[in-house]
T-cell receptor
Framework: NAGVTQTPKFQVLKTGQSMTLQCAQDMNHEYMSWYRQDPGMGLRLIHY???????DQGEVPNGYNVSRSTTEDFPLRLLSAAPSQTSVYFC????????????FGPGTRLTVL | AQKVTQAQTEISVVEKEDVTLDCVYE???????LFWYKQPPSGELVFLIRRNSFDEQNEISGRYSWNFQKSTSSFNFTITASQVVDSAVYFC????????????FGTGTRLTVIP
């Protein structure tokens, strides 16, 4: 079991560029989510999915899109990168619901110039 | 308002000392879950413990122990006989039934264990 994997580990973008952060899990988890981690602010939820074909917004969704076509994959798209999106991004998955433990990927460190 | 407060931003201890990391939470739900995660210098988030709101028994796992007190809305984490490998940022988190599948994190406590 690889658990939750994320690519790339590091990325530098210019303002206005778009990109997709990849996330995959091999634990057959229904629930997947994206968080961003900023200094002094803990982790904040961007988007989440409770199953294939179902996504919803979290606390800080602006500037990001997601889709969930398979149980395994949950990519995060930055539509037009801004310096305010410089952050560390974590993908997480859990078995089913808010009761379950979320397991995190290794993170992607994104810098927007 | 912060749902999870970790008032200690940074703590330094000498190796083999005991240390307690504080966590205070706020929720109106009667059913909720509390978590602790460790983030070592390598950056990944490592799950340590999950506790539901109906189970107030203290938990011990090796050198780690957790004290859950609903009366004070606290879920504190103690490391006994700290080691250099315990140096990390520790996050407390809350999951509520009404929280839109959100895991609410505190801002973390950076623990440095000095050899």
């Amino acid at each position: 079991n690889a658990g939750v994997t994320q690519t790339p580990k590091f990325q530098v973008l210019k303002t206005g560029q778009s990109m997709t952060l990849q996330c995959a899990q091999d634990m057959n988890h229904e629930y997947m989510s994206w968080y961003r981690q900023d200094p002094g602010m803990g982790l904040r939820l961007i988007h989440y999915s409770v199953g294939a074909g179902i996504t919803d917004q979290g606390e800080v969704p602006n500037g990001y899109n997601v889709s969930r076509s398979t149980t395994e994959d949950f990519p995060l798209r930055l539509l037009s990168a801004a310096p305010s999106q410089t952050s560390v991004y974590f993908c997480a998955s859990s078995y089913g619901s808010w009761r379950d433990t979320q397991y995190f990927g290794p993170g992607t460190r994104l810098t927007v110039l | 308002a912060q749902k999870v407060t970790q008032a200690q931003t940074e703590i330094s201890v000498v190796e083999k000392e005991d240390v307690t990391l504080d966590c205070v939470y706020e929720t109106r739900d009667t059913t909720y879950y509390l978590f602790w995660y460790k983030q070592p210098p390598s950056g990944e988030l490592v799950f340590l413990i999950r506790r539901n709101s109906f189970d107030e028994q203290n938990e011990i796992s090796g050198r780690y122990s957790w004290n859950f007190q609903k009366s004070t809305s606290s879920f504190n984490f103690t490391i006994t006989a700290s080691q250099v490998v315990d140096s990390a940022v520790y996050f407390c988190a809350l999951s509520e039934r009404t929280g839109a599948n959100n895991l609410f994190f505190g801002t973390g406590t950076r623990l440095t264990v000095i050899p």
